[in-house]
């Protein structure tokens, strides 16, 4: 199969960038042909006034982009176009390039941006969803996307002109979601459930099981308050027992957090900085347990992932999906989102229970090789593209497509449409 492969990177990279890799190295593995498209956000630079207004219209629509895409489309022919990202240099312009030339779409759906314009549903230190109870009018009076009014005009711009379009419903057959969770806020918002298809994340390579119980606990990701770290610093103040902590990770905030912990006289908290890929896999392994705060709705945490790949158990936020991803006692523990008091009991339990978290890595390890290895992940994919190109394989569906919806800790009974 001839696939091309879209996705827009951020200034940063996360874990949108290693989801795109591993597809698109997962389906070079198997022998199809990746024609990619990639543009970066590094391309854009803040300017005057007018460069400004000028960027907004190219965040509605990129001539550019579509111009490049309906030349790579006539070049190459792909059976399929799967779209990872658009925001902000691409813009939606490219699907109607795919249209033109009758062309299926599959977009995965890695956060809430065509709900929200911070792409988040967290606004202020709290939930918000009110770009979906009222009007995006609401995200111009927060100013949700970069703590900019005017930013935010452009995205939520971008957003009412494509969905008075109909961009994304003509244009895309299927929708990835990475949890039913997030399956069922689209919903709820008006995307038709039988195009959505929910499919994890995965790692392109095996790390292999840890071979001892783990020495300390870690977190890994963008040091960034929308990650939760001050309320992990908080609970680690509170704790009854000296437990070690290794935090890897960077971002402009990382001085402020730094300045908390040593106010909060921890002692045995030790920032690591950013490490490669390799050195942080080590980080999971020794640890008795991943810690994951976050107090929003996160997409599917690749450090997850990887803690379940090496065995490692996680301790995370009742929020969204992920306790769907990771079950109560089983494959680790939640915690209420925001409550330091609640994960530092948690934490206190975890570490004097070194048997009980001993076996949830091993059952953590278990639900990796079911549903998070690169062999699961490309039956469904391949699956989804069938589903695409209208293709009946004659054969039935691997049973994580079919798979009974899990149901959230928070529910929405959100109906608004998206047009």
């Not at 918002?189 to 119980?213: M, Q």
Request: hydrophobic share 40%; glycine share 8%.
């Amino acid at each position: 199969m001839k696939i091309m492969m879209v996705h827009n990177t951020y200034r940063e990279k996360g874990g949108e960038e290693i989801v795109f890799d591993n597809e698109r190295s997962l389906l070079e593995r198997k022998g199809h042909t990746v024609i990619p498209y990639v543009r970066s956000n590094s391309e854009l630079r803040d300017g005057n006034i007018v460069h400004r207004i000028s960027m907004i219209s190219r965040m509605v629509w990129s001539s550019k982009s579509h111009k490049e895409v309906a030349a790579l489309l006539d070049a190459e022919s792909p059976d399929l176009v799967h779209i990872h990202n658009t925001f902000l240099a691409i813009s939606p312009s490219i699907y109607s390039a795919c249209s033109e030339l009758a062309i299926p779409v599959v977009q995965t759906l890695h956060n809430f941006r065509l709900l929200c314009p911070a792409g988040s549903f967290y606004r202020d230190g709290k939930i918000c969803e009110e770009c979906v109870d009222q009007t995006l009018l609401q995200s111009i009076r927060h100013g949700c996307y970069r703590n900019s009014r005017m930013a935010s005009t452009g995205v939520a711009l971008m957003l009412s002109v494509h969905r008075f379009m109909d961009t994304w419903l003509t244009s895309v057959k299927r929708f990835i979601a990475l949890t039913h969770f997030a399956k069922g806020k689209f919903v709820s918002a008006g995307f038709p459930a039988d195009r959505i298809v929910v499919k994890p994340n995965f790692l392109g390579t095996d790390p292999g099981e840890r071979k001892s119980g783990g020495e300390y606990g870690a977190f890994i990701g963008r040091l960034d308050p929308k990650k939760g770290l001050s309320t992990l610093l908080d609970a680690w103040g509170k704790l009854c027992s000296a437990v070690p902590l290794q935090i890897v990770g960077d971002g402009p905030d990382r001085p402020e957090f730094e300045v908390q912990a040593e106010r909060l006289r921890l002692s045995d908290v030790k920032f690591r900085g950013r490490l490669s890929r390799a050195e942080t896999m080590e980080v999971i392994k020794g640890a008795r347990f991943l810690i994951v705060p976050s107090p929003l709705f996160e997409g599917f945490p690749m450090a997850i992932v990887e803690a379940f790949a090496s065995g490692t158990p996680v301790l995370c936020s009742r929020l969204g999906g992920l306790p769907e991803i990771v079950e109560e006692n089983k494959t680790g523990l939640h915690f209420h989102p925001g409550d330091a008091q609640d994960l530092a009991r948690k934490v206190d339990w975890a570490w004097s229970h070194p048997m009980e978290l001993a076996e949830m890595g091993r059952t953590a390890r278990r639900k990796y090789e079911k549903y998070y290895t690169a062999e699961r992940n490309y039956a469904l994919l391949m699956e989804i593209y069938e589903q695409a190109r209208g293709i009946d394989s004659g054969a039935e569906s691997p049973p994580e497509l079919n798979a009974p919806e899990i149901p959230s800790r928070i529910e929405s009974d959100h109906s608004v449409s998206i047009g």
